[in-house]
């Protein structure tokens, strides 16, 4: 993890691109992000399985009368951490592990 | 390395993942909408182009044969071989290079769905002979039970079930029945099925969650998968509310046990009851509305008791009304209001989650937005024919073929589910849980029959 200082070059020109940017349309919407308001969320955790074919293959007959593809499932995924369901968008627990794939 | 819920450490991690707009193209929701809509408007320009043949040939299935011998079912198909091998590459293509956008292997998906096809070919031929009805071989029921045995005797990979998608042929169905449901009888009946749907969701949910925790001593977040999965829609709402409530993995896998099981049982009961209470059709499509649990099962019985009485369309409408319409609605309020009692009663804010009134909208089934719209397309382009015209011209060249292609999505469902349900892979439930669930599903069925035949009878019954 490289540290940011204060004084390093590019990130001056981004605060200074920042404080120009006007408000745009955001395609991705915040709930699905990584981190919102500096909180990690269980999206970017290595325990977290939210892809629709490996929550299928977690949880044998889910597939019988519904898909973890349709939208009623929206972001729910399931936490191998604490064997429990979740959002992508909750707050990460103490136990939060970066996903490095 | 271990962080304790810090940016850096999102910031550092791969990329997770990322939806929103990409929604349009990665939920089968949105698909079935496409798909549906698609195949609407390609019905009603073919039409007006004068080339409503090519629409026809793509409908072709032998289910109204009325065949009496193998030799004549024999000629149907080898008169009209190729006509098959069309049909097949279009079901092929479309719902291949779709679910292969969703990111389902089309290395699975494509001998999978060629077995997929080939088994609904039987079910229509089997449907389409002549002495079928006097041995109750309704092809919903028989694509089942030829499901399951064949799913629990000969033991396919579980990779086939990329074809098995029955969500997917469901939802791209019902968004084609919209083009074959008025929008006038969406707007009279709807409300009363509103109301239907509000009084047994509620009620439905609050005693299976009431009989879990205060007679058995269950687990909350278990009695509440397991209430808000018997009120409104199976495994679906039970997948998300689990999320609401973190719920455990054996919770869901409890729930989706008892509500494919009990699904299962309402299939093959529902219309034989119906039929033994003599029950109008659209009264006993509400009755199953409010008494199934999943889409797809509900379908399966209500066409069914539809084909039983000769009166498929009004017991589909009404069904449609109650259940997709009524009861699924209410999948994003609940899952608000778990969320809600999770953190603010339960867990008391510890849970990292916090209730989102947005969640109405992110869980809402799209897909009846595809109903409504293929609804109001289709009764503004019928609204130009006079009734001769319509009946000449409209159904023959439009409306028919839809129904064809709807009854082809349909048999490709009622196959998977028995396809997909392996016994040996559902979970061993306790006794506390099934009876608990058990009570929930009598209170849901005498409520449901009290409110579609007594109460609102005379207004389901008026469904043709």
Redesign the interface.
């Known amino acids: 993890?490289i540290l940011k200082s204060g004084y390093r070059f590019s990130e001056k020109i981004m605060v200074k691109q920042q404080a120009k940017a006007k408000w745009r349309f955001n395609?991705?919407?915040f709930?699905?992000?990584?981190?919102q308001n500096?909180?990690?969320?269980c999206?970017?955790?290595r325990f977290f399985t939210?892809?629709?074919?490996a929550l299928?293959r977690?949880?044998?007959?889910?597939?019988?009368?519904?898909?973890?593809?349709?939208?009623?499932?929206?972001?729910?995924?399931?936490c191998e951490r604490h064997?429990?369901?979740?959002?992508?968008r909750?707050?990460?627990?103490?136990?939060?592990?970066?996903?490095?794939? | 390395m271990t962080n304790v819920g810090s940016l850096d450490a999102s910031r550092e991690a791969a990329k997770p993942e990322r939806r929103g707009w990409k929604e349009l193209y990665l939920k089968e929701d949105w698909w079935a909408v496409w798909l549906g809509l698609a195949l609407m408007v390609f019905a009603i320009l073919s039409f007006q182009a004068g080339s409503s043949n090519i629409v026809k040939a793509l409908a072709i299935n032998p289910g109204g044969l009325k065949w009496n011998s193998f030799g004549q079912l024999a000629g149907h198909f080898a008169q009209n071989a190729q006509l098959y091998l069309y049909q097949f590459l279009f079901w092929l293509v479309l719902f291949g290079a779709t679910t292969a956008i969703m990111g389902v292997k089309l290395k699975e998906f494509v001998p999978a769905f060629i077995f997929l096809y080939i088994g609904a070919l039987i079910m229509f031929a089997i449907a389409g002979w002549a002495n079928a009805a006097q041995f109750n071989l309704e092809a919903p029921l028989v694509a089942l039970i030829i499901g399951l045995v064949i799913a629990n005797v000969f033991r396919l990979p579980a990779w086939m079930d990329s074809a098995f998608r029955v969500e997917y042929y469901i939802k791209t169905g019902i968004v084609l029945l919209g083009a074959t449901f008025p929008i006038t009888l969406v707007l009279t009946a709807g409300p009363v099925a509103i109301v239907q749907a509000t009084i047994i969701s509620l009620v439905t949910c609050l005693v299976i969650y009431f009989i879990g925790t205060r007679v058995f001593g269950l687990e909350k977040p278990l009695a509440a998968v397991m209430g808000v999965g018997g009120a409104v829609c199976g495994v679906s709402a039970s997948m998300a509310i689990a999320a609401s409530v973190n719920a455990k993995k054996d919770h869901l896998y409890t729930s989706v046990t008892l509500v494919v099981g009990w699904a299962l049982v309402m299939i093959l009961v529902l219309p034989f009851v119906s039929r033994a209470l003599d029950l109008p059709a659209g009264v006993a499509g509400a009755w199953i509305g409010t008494s199934e649990f999943a889409d797809a099962a509900g379908f399966a019985a209500a066409t069914t008791y539809g084909k039983m009485v000769g009166n498929e369309d009004a017991a589909i409408k009404s069904f449609t009304l109650m259940k997709v319409i009524g009861r699924d609605l209410w999948i994003g309020i609940w899952s608000v209001v778990f969320a809600a009692i999770a953190t603010f009663v339960w867990e008391k804010g510890q849970s990292g989650r916090v209730p989102d009134a947005r969640e109405i909208w992110w869980r809402f089934p799209k897909f009846v937005i595809g109903f409504f719209a293929a609804s109001i397309l289709m009764s503004a382009f019928t609204s130009g024919f006079n009734t001769p015209d319509f009946n000449t011209a409209v159904r023959p060249n439009v409306i028919a073929p839809l129904v064809s292609l709807r009854t082809w999505t349909f048999i490709f469902c009622f196959l998977s589910i028995g396809l997909t349900t392996r016994f040996r892979d559902l979970h061993i439930v306790g006794w506390k849980a099934f009876w608990t669930f058990s009570i929930g599903v009598a209170a849901n069925v005498v409520l449901g029959y009290i409110l579609s035949v007594i109460v609102f009878g005379d207004y389901w019954a008026a469904i043709h």
Do not use: H, K
């Open positions: 993890m395609p991705i919407p709930r699905f992000n990584a981190a500096g909180v990690a969320r999206a970017a955790c939210g892809a629709p074919a299928e977690a949880i044998p007959g889910v597939n019988i009368l519904s898909s973890t593809y349709g939208s009623v499932r929206a972001d729910t995924g399931l064997g429990v369901f979740t959002t992508a909750s707050a990460a627990c103490p136990q939060f592990e970066a996903n490095r794939r």
